[in-house]
């Protein structure tokens, strides 16, 4: 899995843990590229499947997630953790098991958990 980690304003934490997603997704064959504060306002974990096209050979996930205030960290984390991680697993889990030329699968599919709570305005 490929990580960018982008630098955080102060008071701000990224409640994703790259390794328990490292983790989750280790049972599939699929590169990933996560993306930590990349994320679109008020979205706190999205996640694009990409397949195969004329300039990339194989299916792939692009993964994004945004930060949180520091004094809302520890929740946000445990919602990814016990809820979004185990939903996107299933999710990937669905896409990987049709055929490869399902009309599901040769098309972007789209993943995205938020909580307003954790929304902070991003420049």
């Known amino acids: 899995m490929q990580i960018e980690k982008r630098k955080l304003a102060k008071g701000l934490s990224y409640p ?3 390794s328990v997603l490292e983790a989750a997704l280790s049972a599939f064959t699929i590169d990933a590229h996560l993306i930590q504060g990349g994320g679109r306002r008020n979205v706190l ?3 694009f499947f990409w397949p195969h ?3 990339v050979s194989h299916e792939r996930l692009y993964i994004r997630t945004t930060a949180v205030p520091v004094a809302n960290a520890h929740e946000a984390r445990t919602f990814i953790e016990n809820s979004v991680i185990p939903e996107l697993s299933t999710w990937v ?3 990987l098991a049709l055929a490869p030329n399902s009309t599901v699968r040769r ?3 789209y993943f995205e958990r ?3 709570r954790y929304a902070i305005s991003q420049k």
Do not use: D, W, Y
């Open 53 to 55: 096209n004329p300039n």
């Open 93 to 95: 889990q669905g896409i």
């Open 45 to 47: 974990f999205e996640c």
């Open 107 to 109: 098309e972007e599919q």
């Open 114 to 116: 938020s909580l307003a």
């Open 16 to 18: 994703l843990r790259a």
